[in-house]
């Protein structure tokens, strides 16, 4: 953990399609498919990891099922297309190698957290008999990330950047691997300067729609930029031209900035090395407005007088009689 630490953390998906059927249609042979996939997505994304030299890395953030999230420190535009790129290859390769002679497949997504605003950490205690101390949250969960002290405490990342996340990654399939607005956009500027080797591969497979995502910028149509993982099969490439919309980078450029700008827009983007200007803005702590003391602290004493100001008697009427 980075304790409060500026930075924006990319969060990539990886979920084996088909598992609940399969596991029920294998049952003696589910097992061993399933813990290459523990074992062998790893070493693929690892493998690639090395061979194009990517200096971010990727750390495992959480385990939920038949789905592995990793994380990557990026830092910049190229970051992300170059984090992008190398996960798409790690799923295409694992199905390759892995999953050939299954009915199995893979689906994923990527969304962005950054902290310590508007996204946080939060650390949670192993064992619950452990938690005797009477501070108020805030102030243990700081004390706790500090520490860093992975034997005592889980870790983890919460926030609307990670909720409006598995919403948008929730929308993925085989097909289609979604991303939230902000690593389309750090993806656009790479396709705008042709920065990144792969970006045109990205441009014939970027597409577009809008979806009304459940408690996601209150109601509001969210943009879901997603990449075609089948754009060269001939069937895929003429229904997409009559159902999604292939978007002009220029014009989802603006798009991206009008959506940043917009009230209660759920997520930011922070990155120290960037090209563009709205990356560089230090994000702020969202905990630190409040309290740290206990939060019982003053539940039982006598408000001042709203009136005046003044402190009241002890022995006012307190009650509505």
């Given at each position: ?53 990517y ?73 619950p ?31 609307p ?44 497979a ?57 009230a ?7 990155l ?50």
């Open positions: 953990m980075s304790g409060s630490v500026a930075e924006s953390l990319l969060f990539l998906s990886c979920d084996v399609v088909g598992s609940t059927a399969y596991k029920q249609q294998n049952v003696e042979g589910w097992r061993e498919t399933f813990l290459s996939f523990y074992r062998g997505f790893p070493q693929v994304l690892g493998d690639l990891t090395l061979e194009h030299q200096g971010p890395g990727f750390e495992l953030w959480k385990v939920l099922g038949d789905e592995m999230l990793f994380f990557s420190r990026v830092r910049s535009e190229e970051d992300i297309c170059a984090a992008v790129s190398l996960w798409l290859k790690a799923m295409d390769k694992y199905e390759t190698d892995y999953l050939r002679d299954t009915s199995l497949s893979t689906k994923g997504g990527g969304f962005i957290g950054t902290f310590p605003g508007p996204d946080s950490q939060s650390s949670i205690p192993r064992d008999t452990t938690e005797v101390s009477d501070k108020g949250v805030v102030e243990l969960n700081h004390e706790a990330i500090k520490s860093s002290d992975g034997k005592k405490f889980l870790y983890d990342y919460f926030g950047g990670i909720d409006t996340g598995f919403r948008v990654v929730a929308a993925s399939s085989q097909r289609l691997f979604t991303m939230t607005l902000e690593v389309a956009w750090a993806m656009l500027i790479c396709l705008w300067d042709k920065t990144h080797k792969h970006i045109e591969d990205h441009e014939r970027l597409l577009f729609e809008t979806r009304s995502l459940k408690g996601v910028w209150n109601g509001r149509e969210y943009p879901i930029f997603s990449i075609d993982r089948q754009c060269a099969d001939p069937v895929n490439a003429a229904i997409e031209g009559m159902m999604r919309q292939k978007p002009d980078v220029e014009a989802a450029l603006k798009l991206c900035v009008a959506c940043a700008e917009s209660m827009w759920p997520s930011k983007l922070y120290p090395n960037a090209k563009t200007k709205e990356f560089h803005e230090v994000p702020r702590d969202s905990l630190e407005a409040l309290p740290r003391g206990n939060s019982m602290e003053g539940a039982e004493s006598v408000p001042p007088d709203v009136r005046t100001g003044n402190a009241l008697p002890e022995d006012v009427p307190l009650g509505g009689n």
